[in-house]
Each structure stands twice: as C-alpha cells, then as structure tokens.
C-alpha cells in the first residue's frame, strides 16, 4: 500500500538556522508528492508540490526535491524564521486516477526561536 | 468566509452518545473529504465524495461511522455510539475536481472539529 514516514518532532531551532525535514515514501507507479503545513490555529494549507521525479516545489523559501530513486521528499529552507513554527506534513497522491484522496505522514513540528 | 467552514469547533461528549460534525465546503469544490488527526498522529483518511458519485468509504474505521453530502455542498460525518478512542480532530477539505484534473492535489482544509469522548 502507499505511506509516508517523516521524521518525529518536535524540531526546535534558532531563527536564521537552516531546517530538513525528512520525508520518505512507499508508493505503486508515479505518485505526486506534497508539503502541508498547519500553522498555529489554522487549517492545513498546501506549501509546495511535485508532480514527477526531479522537479524542484518551491514556496516561501521552502524547497523539496522529488526522487525518485531514493523515494524521497526532503523539505528545506535555508534561514527559518519564527513564523515558520508549524506543523508539517509530507503527502502523496498515487495517481491521477486516485483523484486528490491524499495519505500524509504524521508530521512534524516545527518551533522556531528568535 | 471563502474558506471551509467547520462547526462545532469544540464538541465534548460522553461515551455512547451520537455526534454530528457539519462541513461547508468551498462554493464550486466538487470533492469533500474527511479525515481524522488523533494526538500524535498523522491525517487518516475516513471518506471522499466526488460530484455525484458513491462516495469512498474506505477509511471509515467502523459502522459507527458514517457521512453524507447533501446537494453536493454541505456534509455531515455522524459518529454513533461514540467510545474514547473516537477523541481526535476531525478535518474536512475541499478541492476543485477530486480527479486531480486542474486541481493537482491541493486540498483546502478546514480548522477541524475537536472531539473528546469523556
């Protein structure tokens, strides 16, 4: 079957340091493969997203690189912030056919210090 | 608001008793889905409806639990019989298409119902 794991939380870190969240997956054919993030009292909302194997999701100075060969998802940002404190969560897709019915990874939190 | 719209936010509820939790998705989003975040854990899954099609019931955990679209617009997941392992959040989400045509994933997420079953 198809699943996430990401790495267990909480990450806690000074602001301007740099952040990775591992992400790996197990997935039949050509998943597409996103970020998630759930700030504070909020809904979760769609960060970045990668459709096939070595494209590059982009947002908010956060990226993730899918590959393939290693199944994975790693989210990055080089200099966090404290509103970059959140929730996130690593999710595919299996296919197109599978429509948007998505299984995400447990989280991780996220608490950046000034 | 343009967003999903949850209600209640809170709902604290004694073991054995029903409980509903209502969804108003985003006006034109043709697919609603529902899932769970229990403490510690990730999103599972519960149920997706799609237009006018039978909706995906795969990851309803039991019979207690059950969910309906009225007029393709609101849901109500109903939770019968409620025992302490039902307290968890319970999202709901809307998409354009849920066939992942012009959609590409993007869910719109909801701030959840918070449910605990003393």
């Known amino acids: 079957g198809n699943s996430v794991t990401q790495m267990e939380g909480p990450v806690t870190l000074s602001e301007e340091a740099f952040l990775t969240i591992n992400c790996t997956y197990t997935?039949?054919?050509?998943?597409?493969l996103f970020w998630y993030v759930q700030y504070p009292g909020e809904g979760l909302q769609l960060l970045l997203k990668?459709?096939?194997?070595?494209d590059k999701g982009s947002n908010k100075g956060f990226e993730a690189t899918y590959r393939k060969e290693t199944t994975s998802f790693h989210l990055e940002k080089g200099s966090v912030q404290v509103s970059d404190s959140a929730v996130y969560f690593c999710?595919?897709?299996?296919?197109?056919?599978?429509?948007?019915?998505?299984?995400f990874g447990g989280g991780t939190r996220v608490l950046v210090k000034p | 608001g343009a967003g999903v719209s949850q209600s209640p936010s809170n709902k604290v509820t004694e073991k054995g008793k029903d409980v509903e939790l209502r969804c108003d998705p985003i006006s034109g989003h043709t697919a609603l889905y529902w899932y769970r975040q229990s403490l510690g854990q990730g999103l599972e899954f519960l149920i997706y409806f799609q237009g006018n099609s039978a909706p995906d019931k795969s990851g309803l955990p039991s019979d207690r639990f059950s969910a309906e679209r009225t007029g393709g617009s609101v849901s109500t997941l109903t939770i019968q019989r409620t025992q302490q392992e039902d307290s968890a959040v319970y999202l709901c989400?809307?998409?354009?298409?849920?066939?992942?045509?012009?959609?590409?994933?993007?869910?719109?997420f909801g701030e959840g119902s918070r449910l605990t079953v003393l």
């Open positions: 989400a809307s998409s354009l298409d849920g066939r992942g045509q012009g959609s590409a994933g993007e869910l719109f």
């Open positions: 997935a039949t054919g050509y998943p597409s």
């Open positions: 990668a459709t096939k194997a070595d």
């Open positions: 999710a595919l897709r299996p296919s197109k056919a599978a429509g948007n019915k998505l299984t």
